[in-house]
Nanobody
Framework: QVQLVQSGGGLVQPGGSLRLSCAAS????????MGWYRQAPGKERELVAF???????NYADNVKGRFTISRDNAKNTVYLQMNSLKPEDTAVYYC?????????????WGQGTQVTVSS
């Protein structure tokens, strides 16, 4: 059974920092692309950042320079370090594990965690 268990998040003031974690089980973690998405109220879910199995990273323009995605394959965990947070970063954040193999696409989601940036 595949599980992605998220932790971190919460309430932070503008300019503050938070770190999200997502621990995976039931998959060969090192083979998966790992991504962080977010969904604000009334908006569609958007990709925030992803990291490939080879540790290449990519970021949405609105978080570049402020957020850092990283992975620890020994711990089956992906992280999202968020610095210089802004009110517009307020959303539910989701981690995702994705992989294509043998013509199949595999995609698993974490349970979501609320991040609120407010004074």
């Amino acid at each position: 059974q595949v599980q992605l268990v998220q932790s971190g998040g919460g309430l932070v003031q503008p300019g503050g920092s938070l770190r999200l974690s997502c621990a995976a089980s039931g998959i060969i973690f090192s083979r998966y692309f790992m991504g962080w998405y977010r969904q604000a109220p009334g908006k569609e879910r958007e990709l925030v950042a992803f990291i490939t199995s080879g540790a290449d990273t990519n970021y949405a323009d609105n978080v570049k320079g402020r957020f850092t995605i990283s992975r620890d394959n020994a711990k089956n965990t992906v992280y999202l370090q968020m610095n210089s947070l802004k009110p517009e970063d307020t959303a539910v954040y989701y981690c995702n594990a994705g992989r294509r193999a043998s013509g199949y696409e595999y995609s698993y989601w974490g349970q979501g965690t609320q991040v609120t940036v407010s004074s």
